[in-house]
């Protein structure tokens, strides 16, 4: 079965494309590619927008709206949740993560706007940009080539017996992966 190439783009809604230009391009360093000026009649109304997008080494990108009407704003963009059960996550090697966390530090994030977590297969960095979307900067330990064949290989089994009770962790790259929860 033929599967999707690659992501294009993720889209979301912001109310100051500036501060979301200068958070993905000065400090996480993906460049702006595009910027989209348009109106459109769009379920009913005349909608003015710009839409920007800010890409990735594979050619693919996050995307923001930002409406000309703060009600389409509204309509479309609904408040960010508070949770780092809900981001976006792209991948870095180690020393742009290095580089974005000094760019985040020297900007004055910090926790809870910004933290790091060592999951064993990837270190990750977390930060909140302006509109509340948390970006995870994900960098996978060296090891992570065999381990993701492994977790390939299993997806389906582990699914099945996480959905059946058995929810004890995976992860051996953990402490915790001993441990049941």
């Given amino acids: 079965m033929k599967i999707p190439t690659r992501l294009h783009h993720t889209a979301y809604v912001t109310r100051d494309m500036e501060a979301t230009r200068h958070f993905y391009e000065d400090i996480v360093g993906m460049p702006l590619v595009a910027t989209w000026c348009e109106s459109d009649e769009l379920f009913g109304k005349m909608r003015t927008y710009c839409h920007c997008f800010f890409g990735l080494e594979d050619g693919s990108a996050l995307a923001f709206f930002q409406f000309v009407d703060a009600s389409d704003a509204d309509e479309f963009g609904p408040k ?17 993560q290095h580089q974005v966390e000094e760019r985040l530090t ?12 060592e999951h064993g297969y990837c270190r990750s960095i977390y930060a909140t940009d302006p509109n509340g979307m948390i970006l995870e900067l994900c960098a996978d330990a060296p090891e992570v080539a065999a381990g993701n064949a492994t977790r390939r290989a299993s997806a389906h089994t ?11 962790s995976n992860n051996t790259y953990r402490f915790e992966a001993n441990h049941h929860a």
């Fill in 80 to 96: 960010m949740p508070p949770t780092p059960f809900h981001h976006i996550a792209v991948n870095v090697d180690p020393k742009l």
């Fill in 106 to 117: 020297a900007a004055g994030y910090k926790a809870p706007q910004f933290y790091v977590l």
């Fill in 158 to 168: 582990d699914l099945k017996r996480w959905l059946g009770g058995d929810h004890h």
